[in-house]
């Protein structure tokens, strides 16, 4: 082995120390950065937040009163149940992420009537949307309260009230197709 082979694997730690530095300081001016440039991940989370509201309340729309118990194993939610979860995850989480307290509302179950189901529905989207209106970027990385005593950073959060309202939108198309009724973005405009 020659001395430059060597010294080699020494030379690399300190520009692997560098990269690691850079990616760093990168990652965390990212909030800063996005506050200049007009709150691009607060913008698209409200984005998000209306295109779920619009898409979960047409399916709550479309599935008949009378198939609000429905539930395609016993294992599974109720359609109802979905929709009641639905409200309560609402306002836990973008209550976190606006940092506002979510309202008072009735008790409602699976089992609740659809018109009071569709109305929390509607009223608990209509909650995000107050709680986050002057949400912005610089604070994304800030620890919020979660599940179980747990915490996690505003941006995952986000992250996981997006992939919450995906998740229970496809649950909802699957009902309603199982039923033989089309899911709102199936329909033809």
Request: proline share 6%.
């Amino acid at each position: 082995m020659t001395r430059a082979n060597l010294y080699f694997p020494l030379l690399e730690l300190p520009i692997m120390c560098i990269r690691v530095l850079a990616m760093t300081i990168a990652l965390t001016s990212l909030p800063c950065l996005a506050v200049a440039q007009g709150a691009p991940v607060a913008e698209s989370f409200r984005e998000a937040t209306a295109s779920a509201s619009k898409r979960l309340q047409a399916a709550a729309e479309t599935m008949p009163a009378d198939k609000y118990g429905y539930k395609p194993t016993p294992a599974q939610m109720t359609f109802g149940d979905i929709v009641a979860h639905l409200v309560e995850a609402n306002d836990y989480l973008c209550g976190a992420i606006g940092a506002v307290k979510a309202p008072a509302r009735a008790k409602i179950t699976g089992a609740s009537s659809k018109a009071d189901l569709q109305a929390q529905l509607k009223e608990s989207f209509a909650f995000c949307d107050q709680a986050v209106a002057k949400l912005d970027d610089s604070k994304l990385s800030e620890q919020l309260p979660f599940f179980e005593g747990s915490t996690r950073s505003r941006i995952g959060e986000m992250f996981d009230s997006v992939s919450d309202w995906a998740d229970h939108y496809s649950q909802t198309a699957n009902y309603l197709r199982l039923n033989g009724l089309l899911p709102p973005t199936a329909k033809k405009k």
